[in-house]
């Protein structure tokens, strides 16, 4: 646990916050690589990818206050110190998307194949953004007494309790599961068949692997009433139905317009 990482002139260097502009950097070169690999104005990506930055930020700490708001009651202005974490990542996926498809509509720009250019850049961000909370301390995991490569943190932890035993490295669990996602979706994309496909398995493979990562979290993460669900659970459950509607909706009306094509076989 590391929450600062050095000192320029005295002032800290926050870890979460090197992470989360390292994690932007990185998403940001793929997306100009890759729209000047599809032969797309680089400055477009650019563009968009700050729109999505500025607006995931802003989303995933908006969702954190709302779902965690007795922590800011009594300190309302400590939910605008981003420095020391505190974000949901759905509230920053969600807004991100919202803004790149406001922006794409208002350039003109086809949104599914922007949406398909730009997805993997997503999990790139959180593969960087999950070792910055794992510097930070936060999003930490479950006890695992008998765990080999369980954590332990310091007593300066916020958990109290937690200094004297081995949590599971949920941070770098995410992690690993972001960058094993990026590559699928690299991988995939010059084999994709229809507009949107690479989006809309991003949202799938990533709201699989959270639902299944929230188990192992150990962290405050807020409770849906009734179904005893995390917030993340419930909307990894809501979005993993949208996506797998989505891609079969997709898929059909691609077959179907392959089918009418001048030449197509009847």
């Not at 700050?50 to 954190?64: C, E, K, Q, T, V």
């Not at 949104?111 to 910055?132: E, H, N, T, Y």
């Not at 109290?160 to 990026?182: C, D, K, M, R, W």
């Amino acid at each position: 646990m590391r929450p600062v990482l050095f000192h320029v002139a005295g002032f800290p260097v926050y870890s979460y916050s090197v992470f989360i502009v390292v994690g932007y950097l990185a998403s940001l070169g793929y997306a100009l690589w890759e729209a000047r690999r599809q032969r797309q104005d680089p400055a477009l990506a650019v563009d968009v990818s700050l729109a999505m930055f500025i607006a995931g930020i802003l989303g995933a700490r908006l969702l954190f206050v709302l779902v965690e708001y007795r922590l800011f009651l009594e300190q309302p202005l400590e939910a605008l110190k981003l420095w020391n974490g505190g974000f949901i990542f759905y509230g920053g996926l969600i807004a991100a998307t919202l803004a790149a498809v406001v922006f794409m509509k208002r350039r003109g720009l086809a949104v599914g194949f922007w949406s398909d250019l730009l997805a993997p850049s997503a999990m790139i961000a959180l593969a960087m953004g999950r070792i910055g909370c794992f510097l930070n301390g936060c999003c930490y995991g479950r006890i695992a007494p008998n765990l080999p490569w369980g954590v332990v943190f310091p007593p300066s932890h916020p958990a109290l309790g937690l200094a004297q035993y081995p949590v599971h490295p949920t941070q770098l669990y995410e992690s690993a599961a972001a960058l094993l996602i990026f590559l699928f979706l690299v991988a995939l994309v010059p084999r994709k068949t229809f507009s949107g496909e690479i989006f809309w398995l991003m949202v799938l493979l990533y709201a699989a692997a959270r639902f299944g990562l929230e188990f192992l979290r150990g962290d405050p993460r807020g409770n849906v009433p009734l179904i005893g669900l995390s917030t993340s659970q419930a909307i990894a459950a809501v979005t993993f139905v949208a996506a797998g509607a989505s891609l079969l909706h997709l898929r059909r009306r691609a077959r179907r317009q392959a089918r009418t094509q001048p030449g197509a076989p009847a």
